[in-house]
C-alpha cells in the first residue's frame, strides 16, 4: 500500500501552533486600491485582473487613488468602520456554524500596504484590538513595500501571528511584462529577502498557465521560491474572466487556458519537489461566476477541490 503523507496545509499549521482551530477572516478595506488599477505603474492593470478600464464596478474605488504617496486620508473614519462591521459580522457566523475561537484578520482585496504608514498602522492596530485575534495576514505586491512598513510589521511580529502575501505569479521578467505587472523580478527577489531578514512570515501566490509559460517555467518559479525560505505558498490556475486585458487576448485565440489536466500534473510536481516545512495555503483557485470564460472546470469549487484531492492522493500527497 502506498504511503500517504500529510501536507502541512494552513490550518494544520494553526492546530500545532495553537492548539486550536484558527479561521482566517478576510477583510476589504474601502479606498485601497493597487499601482497597477491606480495606473500608477501600468495602465490597464494585470492582464488577468478585473479593472476599472473595463469594469463599471470598480470605478469608484480606481477615483480614490489612495496610496502611498497621499498625505491625507479622509476615508480613514469610514475603514475602521467597515473594518469593525466586516470583522463582528464574519466572526459571528463562524462562530456560530463552526465554534470557531481564535481568528487572523485577512487584509484581502487589492495591495494592503499602498496606504500611508499612519493609515496601515492605524487599521493593523485596530484588527489586533479585535477580541480572540491572533494575528493579521496582509496581502500585497512587493512594489507596494518599504522599510517602514517592514520595521513596523518586524515590531509586531514579535507577539502576533504576521504574514505578508506577496502576489508574485511568476519569477520570468518575460511573463511579468506580458501579463503588464508593472515591475520585475529583481523588485521581488529584493523585498522578499528583506521581509525573511526581518523575520516576518512570508506567503507568495504563485499562478500556473500563465502566457506562454511552460510546465519547466512554472516548476522553475516554485523552485526559486522555496529556496527563499518562505512559510507558505498558494497555488492558482490563471482563468479568464470578463472585463480584463487578458478578455482580448482569450477571443482572439492568443491565449489558452491551462487544461485540468495540465494544472494537476503540474500542481503534483510543484508539491513533491517542495521542503516539508512549507505551509501549503490553497492548491487552486475559481470563481463561479457568469464572468468566467475559461478554463469551465475552474467554476465548480467543490467539484474541483474534490478532484485535485482525489488526484493527490493518488500521488500519495493528503491535502
Known sequence: MQKVEQILTQGRYYKQKFGTKVYKIPISVYG????????????????????????????????????????????????????EEQFLK?????????????????????????????????????ALSFDDVLGLSIGTRTDCINDEILDYLAKLAKTKEISLEYG???????TLSAINRGHNSANMLKWIKKTKEKNINIC??????????????????????????????????????????????????????ISEEQYIDTLVKALKMMPKNIIVQRISAGIDSTNLLAPMWC????RQMKTLRLALLKEGLNY
Open 168 to 174: 508574485i505569479q511568476s519569477f520570468y521578467d518575460e
Open 32 to 83: 485601497f486600491t493597487c499601482p497597477n488599477i491606480d495606473g500608477t505603474v501600468a495602465k490597464g492593470g494585470c492582464s488577468f485582473c478585473e479593472n476599472e478600464s473595463f469594469s463599471p464596478n470598480l470605478q469608484d474605488k480606481s477615483k480614490l487613488k489612495l496610496n502611498s504617496n497621499s498625505k491625507t486620508n479622509p476615508y480613514l473614519s469610514r475603514q475602521i468602520k467597515e473594518l
Open 204 to 257: 507568495l501566490h504563485l499562478i500556473f498557465g500563465l502566457p506562454n509559460e511552460t510546465q519547466e517555467m512554472m516548476l522553475k518559479t516554485c523552485k526559486i521560491s522555496y529556496d527563499l525560505g518562505i512559510q507558505s505558498v498558494k497555488f492558482h490556475p490563471l482563468y479568464v474572466v470578463k472585463h480584463t486585458l487578458l478578455t482580448n487576448e482569450y477571443k482572439k485565440g492568443k491565449f489558452t487556458p
Open 90 to 126: 464574519q466572526k459571528n457566523i463562524l462562530s456560530k456554524k463552526f465554534a470557531a475561537k481564535k481568528f487572523i484578520v485577512y487584509f484581502q482585496s487589492f495591495s494592503n500596504t499602498y496606504a500611508p504608514f499612519e493609515t496601515l498602522k492605524t487599521l493593523y492596530e485596530k
Open 299 to 302: 467554476k465548480n469549487k467543490h
